[in-house]
């Protein structure tokens, strides 16, 4: 049964592709969607929770500020890529049919469009947080004497000494202009000789980007509005003519080259170099002097960079400072995750709890303190022996690195893979690495090539005469903050053959051992694509033999056209296939003759859904205790299926597969309060009023879990059980 139908939305006329091409697997650009395109169709629906009514006033401009955040990251990662392309002159045709020249232009008009939206919905969400006693200023709103003279002051004494005035002449060379940097272009006139005289300030990165005014009605003013309501104080002598503000985004990618001996020492470099990339965006504030326009154009070296013009804010992200305004009762009602009882009734022994019974925990429902403790418990313990341990992202402030120090510390022998390919961690990574050497962490980076994405930790204890091996598997990052906001799923066991393929797989990463074979573990690049493909066609067989046949799948992005194809040779068997992707999905649904069996949508809501599961229905309908259930660290892409090092682990033991069946999973394809719903031509459109609304994250919020819960089981407390019909619960 597909989501459309167990939303209960009406279905819409879908355009059918010609015959030919339903069956024809050679008409690529009628199959895929564009990738650029679908990200930031994605990024559409972030933006859209900044007028969703509702979400309270703070939250509504966090996610406005979130829009802004991944606009920059893409714009300095995915367009910068494109442009690297068109500058080389590399002419590969993406899946839909664009060349990098096509694709730039298409995506910067949508890039464009984007940022209209975004500063309407600023204007929108000023007027009402005015309404709501929250001030943004700007530089030419008034203000009593009282805050005029404290703006003055706090200019004078917190900026002033920072910034630095620089003239643009022969005599002065154009100062370097920082990633993401914003500066203020001044166009003045020397009153002692009425020359007239063009000045650049720089804003310093340690300044705010927006400043709090004191006072009973809450005030903001940006930096750049601050700095120039004190134009007197900067610049006495000279009469102000006008001013424009702009901001630099620089290519921000890391391209590994082949020959690169020592990945340390290179990325210290690639560091310094990202910070000098090429310019791919200029936006541009307010009415600029052409001159001065031109003058940035000329010295920024501009090549098939994006220009951006707006009369309202640059820098979206910067919104994120307002956002801690102390007004609770303008933001989302504070959540405290669950602590798995199953553990707390072993008197928090998590190893104790573990070996009874394997546990699933789901963040951020439950504490990802766990995940710590996990590690801290390790540390600890006379009998552990052993540590092995991923990391890809850690966080600035992490208690994972502090926990397997101290391991180290006390005589263990500790093993971490450092992921220093993380995309702009690259630099806390580094720090990380370094730290964890000096205790005696063994240390790896893995492969050249390929990036260490699993999530997996491996503790080996001595009991008894024997050793045990206790895993913890993520489709999350070892991240304390983002697990407070990312949904994913954290799973402990110590079963032997779990044990034996995770050994398999650090031997792999750190002797470049290659597994000849494993008893659980799918691996890429090595097996993973492998046993999906199988799954999906065991899925094909049984649909031609005429037994149910199905497919549900959780995943951040699918765009992999090889498992896409797979996908739509599924479809046209007959097999039904519910697809939550959240955010780029190059797949076509709703085709008549190629993809009318599968629904895609796409969740955005309070917490960001990024776990990876996998359920095949093998011959039952789903949900059932048969289903074939898989969590990953793995997306849908070519990058995770071909080039990174990743894990998928088959589900066996039965609360465990309950859980994440009949729960997570079902309760995703349930949602409809905060889904939406991908059409042939590419649109997504917002789930409407249906009989029976239903909001996951409140239920995960409101529920305890099924593994988690231990003697709950028996007292009463029963789990409202989710059901496919019409989404009664």
Known sequence: MKTRDMLDVRDEPETAIPDGEATDLATLPARYFNRELSWLTFNERVLAEASNPNYPLLERVRFLSISGSNLDEFLTVRVAGLAGQVRRQIEEISIDGLTPSQAIAVTQEKVLELEAIQQQSWE??????????????????????????????????????VITPQAIDPAHPFPFVANQGIGVMFSLTRIADQASVMEMVLIPAPLPRFVRIPGEQAAWISIEDLICRNTAEL????????????????????????????????????????????????????????????????????????????????????????CDEDRPELKFEPYSPRYPERILEHDGEIFAAIREKDIVVQHPYESFEVVIDFLKQAARDPDVVAIKQTLYRAGKQSAIISALIQAAEHGKSVTAVVELKARFDEEQNLLWASQLERAGVQVIYGFVDWKTHAK?????????????????????????????????????????????????????????????????LSISPISLRTTLNECIDAEIANAEAGKPAAIWAKLNSLTDPALIDRLYAASRAGVDIDLVIRGICCLRPGIPGLSENIAVKSIIGRFLEHARIWAFANGAHLPNRRARLFITSADGMSRN????????????????HDQILDQVMLANLLDSE????????????????????????????????????????????????????????
């Not at 391209?255 to 690639?270: F, G, H, P, S």
């Not at 994006?306 to 994120?320: C, E, P, R, V, W």
């Open 456 to 520: 997996v930790s491996m503790v080996v204890r001595r009991e008894g005469d024997s050793y045990r091996t206790y895993c913890h598997f993520g489709t999350g990052n070892y991240h304390p903050f983002t697990a407070r906001i990312y949904t994913d799923v954290s799973y402990f066991t110590a079963d032997p053959a779990a044990g034996r393929d995770v050994g398999r797989l650090f031997n792999f990463i750190t002797g470049y051992v290659e597994p000849t074979s494993t008893e659980m």
């Open 674 to 729: 905060q889904s939406w719903m991908c059409s042939s031509d590419g649109t997504y459109d917002r789930v409407g009023e249906v009989a029976h609304p239903f909001n996951l994250h409140r239920y995960f919020m409101t529920n305890p879990s099924l593994s988690g819960r231990g003697a709950a089981l028996d007292s009463g407390r029963k789990v409202p059980k989710l059901s496919l019909r019409r989404g009664n619960i």
């Open 641 to 656: 299926l071909d080039r990174r090092v990743e894990v998928m682990l088959p589900i066996r033991n039965k609360t465990v």
């Open 124 to 161: 929108a969400l000023k007027v009402q947080l005015a309404e709501a006693g929250i001030t943004v200023v700007g530089e030419d709103d008034k203000l009593d004497r009282e805050r005029e003279r404290w703006l003055r002051t706090y200019f004078i004494e917190h900026v002033m000494p």
């Open 235 to 322: 610049f006495p002598g000279f009469r102000f003519n006008g001013h424009g503000v702009f901001r630099v985004l620089r290519d921000s990618d890391i391209e590994i080259e082949e020959d690169a001996e020592d990945l340390v020492r290179y990325y210290r470099t690639a560091i310094q170099r990202r910070r000098r990339g090429r310019v791919i965006v200029l936006q541009l504030q307010g009415r600029f002097d052409p001159a001065a326009e031109d003058l940035l154009r000329t010295q920024l070296g501009l090549d098939k960079a994006l220009i951006m013009k707006t009369d309202g804010i640059i820098g979206f992200a910067g919104l994120s400072t307002i």
